[in-house]
C-alpha cells in the first residue's frame, strides 16, 4: 500500500442533462479581459474560473444567477445568459500610511506547517482553503509579513494557484489586505514553496492575519483524477484540478473554506482513520516567515 494517502470531497454528480455556457469577462472601464476571476452559481456549489484570456465556459441546467469576483473588482451578480460581463474597478479610498522601513536583519517562522503524505483535492471548485494566524505579542520585533510557505503535492507540471491575504474580524475572513492577484506556478510531485511577500509591506495586524490558496479551474490546471470504487471495484475517472494542497491536522480551529460566496469556519472532526487525528482541525499546510 502507497504510504501517500488522498483526502478528497467530491459532491454527488447530477443525473440532469447539463448544457454549457460560455462568457467572457472584461473590464467595464479599459474593455481588457480580466483573468483568473471566481465564478459561482448563486447559493450553489457550482463554479469555475475565468482564463487568461477572460473567457469561461459552465456547465449548468437551467438559467441560474452568477456571482463574479475579482480583485480590484467590485462582485457581480448577473444572469447565466448574459455572454458579455463588465466588472468595474473598485474605488479606493486613500488612506494615510505610514511608511516603515524594513531592516530584514531578523526571521521568525510561524505555523508550525509540516510536509505529511495528506493531501487535499480541489474537486472542479474555485473554492479557497485558508489558515489564520492570530497575533502574538514576540511578533513586535519581527512585525512584517516577509515570505509565505506552503506544501503542495500536483499531479502536474506547472500548475497555477492563486495565494490570498485576508484580514480577520473575530469570527472569519475579512477584506483583502492587497489588490493584486499573486500567482504562482508549482512544480510536480510533493514541493515546499515559498513566495516572497516582502515588497507588499504587510505589518502583522494585532486582530490576526489569515492566508488563503484559491485553485484556479482553468485548462491548464487540468487532469483526471482515477481511483478504484470499493464498492463495484471499478476504475473511476474524474475531472480533477492541479495542484493538491497537503493539509495538517491542527488542534485549533484556525482554518476555513470559501465556498457558494460564504466563508466556513472548520470544526474538530472525529477520525478512525488514525487516533493522532481524532478530534483535530483539517488545516491547509502554511507557515509564515515573519522580519523587521
Do not use: C
Request: aromatic fraction near 12%.
Amino acid at each position: 500500500m502507497k504510504d501517500k494517502r488522498l483526502i478528497w470531497f467530491f459532491l454527488i454528480v447530477s443525473q440532469f442533462v447539463f448544457s454549457q455556457i460560455r462568457g467572457v469577462v472584461k473590464d467595464s472601464i479599459s474593455g481588457e479581459p480580466i483573468p483568473y476571476v471566481n465564478i459561482w452559481v448563486e447559493n450553489e456549489t457550482v463554479g469555475t474560473t475565468s482564463e487568461t484570456n477572460g473567457s469561461f465556459s459552465l456547465d449548468i441546467k437551467d438559467e441560474k444567477l452568477l456571482v463574479f469576483s475579482a480583485l480590484g473588482y467590485e462582485t457581480k451578480k448577473i444572469s447565466s445568459k448574459s455572454e458579455i460581463i463588465l466588472l468595474k474597478p473598485k474605488v479606493f479610498e486613500l488612506k494615510e500610511v505610514m511608511v516603515l522601513n524594513q531592516k530584514k536583519t531578523k526571521e521568525l517562522e510561524i505555523g508550525d506547517a509540516d510536509k505529511v503524505h495528506i493531501s487535499q483535492l480541489s474537486g472542479n471548485k474555485p473554492w479557497i482553503y485558508a489558515k489564520l494566524f492570530n497575533y502574538d505579542d514576540k511578533y513586535k520585533e519581527t512585525p512584517f509579513v516577509k515570505k509565505i510557505v506552503f506544501y503542495s503535492n500536483s499531479d502536474i507540471k506547472g500548475a497555477k494557484i492563486k495565494i490570498r491575504i485576508f484580514g480577520f474580524n473575530d469570527s472569519i475572513p475579512s477584506e483583502d489586505l492587497i489588490n493584486e492577484d499573486i500567482i504562482v506556478t508549482v512544480k510536480g510531485g510533493m514541493k515546499k514553496n515559498t513566495i516572497d511577500v516582502s515588497h507588499y509591506n504587510i505589518e502583522f495586524p494585532k486582530s490576526g492575519l489569515v492566508i488563503g490558496l484559491e485553485w484556479l479551474i482553468i485548462e491548464e490546471n487540468k487532469y483526471f483524477f482515477t481511483y478504484k470504487d470499493t464498492k463495484t471495484k471499478q476504475k473511476v475517472s474524474l475531472e480533477n484540478y492541479a495542484p493538491s494542497l497537503v493539509i495538517n491536522h491542527s488542534p485549533d480551529e484556525i482554518s476555513f473554506t470559501y465556498s457558494k460566496g460564504k466563508w466556513y469556519k472548520h470544526k474538530r472532526h472525529s477520525s478512525n482513520f488514525k487516533k493522532e487525528w481524532n478530534n483535530k482541525v483539517n488545516t491547509p499546510a502554511i507557515n509564515l516567515i515573519l522580519t523587521n
